[in-house]
């Protein structure tokens, strides 16, 4: 049995009371350390910590750096300005989704891409084989550590740590020179839960002072560490996707219900002509929300039926710890998707009532977070 991999946080949290570490794809990391629902309802009112230095980051640099990315991914990065940054995704040919990733603009001719854990490798030798003269890539992800701190008082807590930078961020820019205990970060306001925060890139050795001096900083806030349970349960009632499982090889982003993300007007890029025959023809397929109607909780790959027939299968599904509302993602056939339509989940043998509703089914309020100043 081969070691678990480790971040270069894990000295850090390896030894807080209640700390509980998996096998996530090869890494050992906390799936939580004082239970999911308090870890979950912490970043919806004040704020949480989290080590996610297990994803991949590649800086990709030259003379046609633009191009190849333009070419290799489905936003436009012409639009990218340096200090600003990205959501987009990697397709394959047939319009399948490779991997979705941010793209950071760093300065002319400079970017980072960051993708996910499980991706690393294979996105790393995808990019290699379609790479062009004029770009030289390098993988940085062994050196790079990446915390987030999500939450309404996310900013509060940075600035009262010495990083002014914070304040001044819009979303999805970055400070690439932020001070932060004493390392040099980039700052972004980007995330995955669908709360205000940020995400801090840091030298590896850098690391643990960061982690330590951001809880020890946001303790008066209420801010704690989280594992990776409640960042599941976080990102599902904002509707962000998981790749395995809202996108995939065989999921295209359309029928993700991504095609905010696909930039027609940019040019050609891999997958662009799978994904206009597929826009053209009309999706076979969507992902929607659901709500259980009979007693039960959705879980991921189980079956979903309309009119008696196989429609499609839950993606992603649980009690929203949120809501207290029993919630799925589905991907299922187009004719099954409108508002309100009653579709059945089997669970655990049973076929049980549900309906098709609106996600996200969370969105942050606008007004002043509970403790804010």
Known sequence: MSKLMRTPLYPCYADIPGARCIDFGGWELPVQFEGIQKEHD???????????????????????????????TTNDVSLLKPGAAQYSLMCY????????????????????????????????????????????????????????????????????????????????????????????TILSRTGYTGEDGFEIYAPAEKAPAIWKGLLAAGASRGLVPVGLGARDTLRFEARLPLYGQELSAEITPL??????????????????????????????????????????????????????????????????????RNLGLALVNSRYAALGTIVEVEIRGKR??????????????????????
């Open 42 to 72: 912490a970043v919806r009112r004040q704020a949480g910590l989290f080590d996610v230095s297990h994803m991949g980051e590649f800086l990709v640099e030259g003379e046609q750096a633009l191009a190849f990315l333009q070419q290799m």
């Open 93 to 184: 040919p047939n319009g399948g989704a490779l991997d979705d990733l941010l793209v950071y603009c760093l300065s002319k001719n400079r970017y980072m891409l960051v993708v996910n854990a499980s991706n690393i490798q294979k996105d790393w030798e995808w990019l290699r084989a379609h790479l062009i003269e004029g770009v030289q890539m390098t993988d940085i992800s062994a050196q790079t550590a990446l915390i987030a701190l999500q939450g309404p008082l996310a900013e509060q807590i940075l600035t009262e740590s010495g990083a002014e930078a914070a304040a001044g961020l819009a979303s999805f820019t970055f400070a690439a020179d932020a001070e932060l205990f004493g390392a040099k």
């Open 255 to 324: 029928e993700a219900g991504l095609g905010f993300f696909v930039k027609w007007d940019k040019g050609d890029f891999i997958g662009r002509s799978a994904l206009e025959a597929q826009r053209a023809a009309g999706l076979p397929r969507r992902l929607v929300g659901i709500e259980m109607i009979d007693r039960g909780i959705p879980r991921s790959h189980y079956l979903v039926y309309g009119d008696g027939v196989r429609i499609g299968e839950i993606t992603t599904g649980t009690q929203s710890p949120t809501l207290k």
């Open 352 to 373: 049980l009532k549900a309906e098709v509703v609106k996600a996200p089914f969370y969105k942050r309020d606008s007004k002043p977070a509970k403790g804010a100043e």
